[in-house]
């Protein structure tokens, strides 16, 4: 399961105590553990992206032209922006902040359902592993189900 942290309903288990911690990966580990002993099944392995999936698409930002005609001043804009955060996990969760809103700023076409999905791909897994690290621990944790 993978869900986004950022527009969670107020009533996701753990809500209150997850929310006020300080980081989004903490907000998202705290969430995913509570949501675990809610259903209290050992296969299931809940996942909270930080903040949205669109995080995963600033891991390069200028991957979004190859799909968009993005002007170049708008790129660097969303790029300098990319670059305060120590890694794209951490671009917070803000009404006027998050991930796809800062993408929307600059693309008012961009269509998640089909651009996000092609981006990550073409950003790799790899990629992706090291740039979101709570993202590359759960993909870990799903590799070694079978060990």
């Given amino acids: 399961m993978m869900v986004d942290l950022y527009s969670l309903p107020n009533d996701f288990p753990g809500y209150a105590a997850g929310m006020a911690m300080p980081t989004g990966r903490q907000k998202a ?39 968009y005609d993005v002007p170049n001043a708008q790129m660097q804009a969303l790029c300098r922006e990319c670059a305060a955060f120590a890694t794209a996990e951490d671009i917070n969760l803000g009404q006027h902040s998050h991930p796809k809103y800062r993408i929307e700023q600059r693309i008012q076409d961009y269509d998640e359902n089909v651009a996000g999905p092609l981006l990550a791909e073409d950003i790799g897994l790899a990629t992706l592993r090291v740039q979101c690290p709570h993202f590359g621990e759960w993909l870990t944790r799903l590799e070694h189900l079978d060990a």
């Fill in 29 to 67: 580990d705290a969430l995913q553990q509570s949501l675990a002993q809610e259903m209290a099944d050992a296969r299931f392995l809940p996942y909270l992206q930080c903040h949205e999936f669109e995080a995963l698409v600033l891991v390069e930002p200028p991957r979004l032209c190859t799909l």
